[in-house]
């Protein structure tokens, strides 16, 4: 058993708070809009491909009034779904941006320390020992009998805790980034090949929504396996090292 | 299109450290205010993020006229109406005359940091060259829409009126009660526009006739409609967005 360096400590917790932060901001923002489509247009006028029953907002347009959204005969007609309340965007998406800034940083930080030190390589990369399947079956099988006695805090991670952190810190976080920098204007304008990369901005949009269940998940699990383990010793081991 | 714009990055950057240097001396407002507040102090960041990292003469994606979609008209969809929230009491009810002798009467005025303030009426911005784009327009909320757009490039209203050397801002005052504005990055890029024509016909009321802004590098709130008056300024000058708690900046 070994314990969590220092810099390990400073970035998880920095994560944590812009992580949660993120969510939070991010739930309020798709409060606003919580229709998801594809490719690079979507709006109340054309077909969801995916409707989320959060906020009254996905509600058809009783909400105001619904007006001609063009004076020309037989012209389609819009209406806000909105309640004035459910749009919190001026603050949510400032918000998101602010702590998107302090998750990249603490991100970068990790990842510095993490090659520099060979900590990913060491302990989060599985060996090919691992990967034998009767390893692969073992690990599986203590996860279902949910038997941790084994279990302590801190490095000597098992095989499926390698995987899930590796591909949450190399896949699902690299696409968040990305998709999130695909929704912005002056991004995509410097950059347009992000709009080709994901197919489009609504389609980047929704692979953000699918990104933030999936990372949702992740955070059930992991404070779930936490708590499992011996929720005092884990807290103490990622906040004073022992 | 390979249009430059007319001030480089590198122009631009020494300009923002200029400016920088006079704010320590404390007279004017040379960047958008933080109130000390710290959203406001992120929302900073990463405005002069992008200006630091992002490449200025890149254009926003144009698109196909198969793209074009239906686009929501939100916001002031007729700033006569004086129901509405953002219902402006002085200049609502002139829109309304104005709309009744179908906008012959409209001036933009175009005034401040300029050698030679002028108002322009809907002939003459016509007279003026045009551009024409299918863009995407996409909102804070997160809807996005592709319309085609005609209009003139502000960069030739600002060139007609001769901005001053010393010209950072450009604000948009509306007939509605919105009030926004641009830095000249943004106001000098060759897709910004003053549009008066939406998918080949004139701009419709709903969508901010007879004169909206596009700026194609921001979000669809940083392209006002029903434009009145611009303003260019040396300073930052405090607007109706960054007073009601939304970012000044929108490229993100």
Redesign the interface.
């Known amino acids: 058993m070994r314990s969590h360096p220092s810099w390990v400590r400073i970035c998880h917790w920095l994560v944590a708070a812009s992580f949660l932060t993120l969510a939070v901001s991010g739930f309020l923002i798709l409060m606003v809009h919580p229709r998801l489509y594809l490719g690079e247009v979507g709006n109340d006028l054309t077909p969801a491909f995916l409707t989320l029953p959060i906020s009254n907002n996905y509600l058809p347009s009783e909400l105001q009034p619904a007006i001609v959204f063009a004076e020309l005969p037989g012209s389609p007609i819009s209406a806000e779904r909105n309640y004035e309340i459910f749009n919190k965007n001026g603050w949510a998406r400032s918000l998101h941006f602010l702590a998107a800034w302090i998750f990249v940083v603490a991100g970068i930080v990790y990842l510095a320390f993490g090659f520099a030190t060979s900590h990913i390589a060491r302990e989060l990369l599985p060996r090919i020992r691992e990967l034998a399947p009767s390893a692969v079956w073992q690990d599986l099988k203590d996860h279902l009998r949910i038997d941790f006695a084994a279990s302590h805090a801190g490095p000597g991670y098992n095989l499926l805790q390698k995987l899930t952190y590796t591909s949450v810190v190399f896949i699902v976080l690299p696409v968040m980034i990305a998709t999130g920098l695909t929704m912005s204007p002056a991004i995509t304008t410097a950059y347009p090949v992000l709009l080709d990369l994901f197919g489009g901005y609504q389609s980047a949009r929704t692979v953000h929504f699918f990104g933030f269940a999936a990372l949702i998940l992740f955070f059930i699990v992991h404070v779930a396996m936490v708590i499992a383990t011996g929720f005092g010793q884990q807290l103490r081991a990622m906040t004073w090292g022992k | 299109m390979t249009t430059r714009s007319p001030i480089s990055r590198r122009a631009f950057v020494a300009g923002m450290a200029t400016s920088a240097g006079l704010a320590l001396t404390g007279c004017t407002q040379t960047e958008p205010p933080t109130y000390g507040h710290?959203?406001?102090?992120?929302?900073l960041?990463?405005y002069k993020a992008?200006r630091l990292l992002?490449?200025a003469h890149?254009?926003?994606?144009e698109?196909d006229y198969r793209?074009i979609?239906?686009?929501?008209?939100?916001g002031t969809?007729n700033p006569a109406d004086p129901n509405k929230s953002i219902f402006n009491k002085e200049y609502g009810p002139v829109y309304d005359r104005l709309l009744a002798n179908n906008f012959s009467d409209w001036r933009l005025i175009v005034e401040g940091s300029v050698t030679r303030p002028g108002a322009f009426s809907l002939a003459d911005l016509k007279r003026m060259p045009s551009r024409t784009q299918i863009t995407?327009h996409?909102?804070?909320?997160?809807?996005?829409?592709?319309a085609q757009w005609t209009g003139v490039p502000l960069r030739n209203v600002l060139q007609a009126v001769g901005t001053r050397p010393t010209a950072r801002f450009v604000r948009f005052d509306a007939y509605d009660a919105y009030a926004d504005g641009i830095d000249m990055l943004d106001a000098l890029h060759p897709q910004t526009i003053l549009a008066y024509g939406m998918n080949g016909?004139d701009l419709?009321?709903?969508?901010g006739a007879p004169l909206r802004a596009r700026v194609?590098?921001?979000?669809g709130y940083k392209s006002q409609k029903f434009l009145r008056r611009i303003v260019v300024t040396d300073h930052f000058d405090d607007d109706w967005n960054i007073r009601?708690?939304?970012?000044w900046y929108a490229?993100?």
């Open positions: 710290v959203l406001r102090m992120g929302d960041l990463t992008h992002l490449p890149s254009l926003a994606r698109y793209d979609s239906s686009v929501p008209a939100i969809t995407r996409t909102c804070e909320e997160g809807w996005s829409a592709i016909r419709p009321i709903s969508h194609e590098t921001q979000l009601n708690g939304w970012s490229g993100i």
